[in-house]
C-alpha cells in the first residue's frame, strides 16, 4: 500500500470499538442453520437469534427441490434480467409471490437491500416527497438517499407525528407522496399500525410501502404478513420482502404491489437492471416454500404459539421485554459491554444469542435481540429461559 498513515488510521479505528466494547465479532458455525447449530469447537447451542422464522433454513423436502432444480436449470444465470436471465421459472416465482401477498405483480431483485435500494429512486423524483418512519430498516434508508424526493421523518410509529408530516409535504406542494414504514419494527419487535397508516394515507391521498421482511411467514393467520395482520390483506398498495428470512433464508428479495409500478421498476430500478438474476434453484425452491404455506398453516401457528410462550415465560423471570405480537423478543439490558457479557455468558451455558448495540440500536439501549422459530421445541425454549435467568442473576441484571 503506498499510503501507509490509511492501514493506521483503520486500525486506531479498529482499536477504539473494541476499547469501547462496541466491536462485533463473528462466531463460526460448522452445522447448517436450524434451531440448535454446533460451532467450530464442536459444542451444541440453542440458536436464538436467526431470521430462521419457520424453520426452513435446512428443511429436508426444500433441499431436495432445490437439488432438482439445479439439474432442471442449472447453477447460475450470468446475466441480468433484462439480457438473457430471465427463466420462465423467474416469471412463477414472480406470480405466485404476487398470489401469496394478495398484490397484482412482483419484481425479483438479488436481496431485499437491494429492492429497497431501487423503489424509491425508480419510482419518485424532486416533484416528489417521502415520508419515512425514524426506526425503518437501513436500506430503506439508504434507498430513499438515493433519490431526489423531498424527505420527511415521522417518529417510530407515531401516528399524530405521521399525519403532521403528510401535512407538511402537501403544504410544500408534493406531487406524490409515498409513506414508508417497516411492517414489523425490527430492533424493537414492535408491529408497525398499517391499518391506521392506511387510513392517513386515504385521508392525504398518499401511496404506502411497507417493508415486510421480518413479517412474511409469521404474521397474520396465513402468515401472509403485515397487512393481513391489520386486516387490510389485498388493500395495501407497495410491499418489498426478502427470501433471506421466513421463506427458506437462502437470499433474494422483490417489490410487490400494482402493475403500473412493477413494470416502472422493470424500466428504472437500478440494481434489477444492473445486479444478476437470482440462482434458478432459489426460485424453484421458493415456489415450493409457497405451495407449503398455501397448503398448510401449521408452521405460522406454531412460531405464534412458541413466541407467546417464550415471551410469557421470560417476563414471569423479571426480564424487560420489548416489543408484542412477533416472534421478535428483545431482552432490554442498557450497557453495550454489559449485553455482551451476557451473551459471553450464554454461549457457555448452551445458548446462542447476540447483543445489538449502538449504533445498531440507540446508545445505552443495548439489548439481546431473541428470534423464535417455528422449529423450536418447548423443551429448548425452556432451556434458554433457564440459561438467560441464570447468566442474568450472575450479572445482577435481575433479581
Ligand atoms: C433483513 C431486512 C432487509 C434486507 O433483506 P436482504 O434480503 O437480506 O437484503 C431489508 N429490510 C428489512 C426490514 C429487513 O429486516
Given amino acids: 500500500m503506498y499510503n501507509p498513515e490509511f492501514k493506521i488510521r483503520l486500525q486506531s479505528n479498529l482499536a477504539g470499538l473494541q476499547a469501547a466494547g462496541l466491536f462485533k465479532q463473528e462466531r463460526y458455525i ?10 467450530k469447537d464442536g459444542s451444541q447451542v440453542i440458536n436464538m437469534c436467526a431470521n430462521n422464522y419457520l424453520g426452513l433454513a435446512n428443511n429436508p423436502e426444500l433441499m431436495q427441490t432445490a437439488k432438482d432444480a439445479i439439474d432442471r436449470w442449472g447453477y447460475g444465470m450470468a446475466s441480468v434480467r433484462f439480457i438473457c436471465g430471465t427463466q420462465t421459472l423467474h416469471q412463477e416465482l414472480e ?51 438515493l433519490c431526489k424526493a423531498a424527505r420527511y421523518r415521522y417518529a417510530n410509529n407515531d401516528m399524530v407525528d405521521l399525519e403532521a408530516k403528510l401535512k407538511e409535504a402537501k403544504a410544500a406542494g408534493a406531487r406524490t407522496i409515498l409513506i414508508s414504514t417497516d411492517g414489523v419494527f ?36 396465513r402468515g401472509r404478513g403485515t397487512h393481513e395482520h391489520c386486516g387490510i390483506f389485498g388493500k395495501s398498495d407497495i410491499t418489498t420482502g426478502t427470501l433471506g428470512k421466513a421463506l427458506g433464508g437462502a437470499s433474494g428479495g422483490y417489490i410487490s404491489g400494482p402493475k403500473e409500478v412493477i413494470a416502472q421498476l422493470r424500466q428504472k430500478a437500478r440494481p434489477y437492471l444492473f445486479s444478476n438474476s437470482i440462482m434458478p434453484a432459489i426460485a424453484a425452491t421458493t415456489i415450493k416454500v409457497i405451495d407449503m404455506l398455501e397448503a398448510s398453516t401449521e408452521l405460522v401457528e406454531t412460531v405464534q404459539s412458541n413466541a407467546t410462550y417464550f415471551r410469557k415465560g421470560m417476563e414471569q423471570c423479571g426480564f424487560n421485554l420489548a416489543g408484542a405480537n412477533h416472534a421478535i423478543v428483545p431482552v432490554m439490558i442498557g450497557d453495550a459491554a454489559l449485553s455482551q457479557q451476557l451473551s459471553a455468558r450464554l454461549l ?52
Fill in 348 to 399: 457457555e451455558l448452551g445458548v446462542y444469542a447476540m447483543g445489538f448495540f449502538f449504533p445498531v440500536v440507540p446508545r445505552e439501549q443495548a439489548r439481546i435481540r431473541t428470534q423464535i422459530s417455528a422449529a423450536h421445541t418447548q423443551q429448548q425454549l425452556d432451556r434458554a429461559i433457564d440459561a438467560f435467568a441464570q447468566a442474568s442473576r450472575e450479572l445482577g441484571i435481575i433479581k
Fill in 186 to 221: 425490527s430492533m424493537d419487535g414492535i408491529v408497525c399500525q398499517l391499518d391506521v397508516v392506511h387510513q392517513l394515507a386515504e385521508k392525504y391521498g398518499a401511496i404506502v410501502h411497507f417493508d415486510d421482511s421480518h413479517s412474511t411467514g409469521v404474521l397474520g393467520k
Fill in 95 to 145: 406470480d405466485r409471490l404476487s398470489a401469496f401477498l394478495g398484490m397484482e405483480d412482483t419484481i425479483l431483485f438479488g436481496s431485499c437491500y437491494d429492492a429497497n435500494g431501487g423503489l424509491f429512486e425508480g419510482l419518485l423524483d424532486a416533484n416528489d416527497a417521502i415520508v419515512s418512519d425514524s426506526l425503518n430498516h437501513a436500506s430503506i434508508i439508504d434507498g430513499v438517499r
Fill in 30 to 39: 460448522d452445522t447448517p442453520q436450524f434451531s440448535q447449530v454446533g460451532l
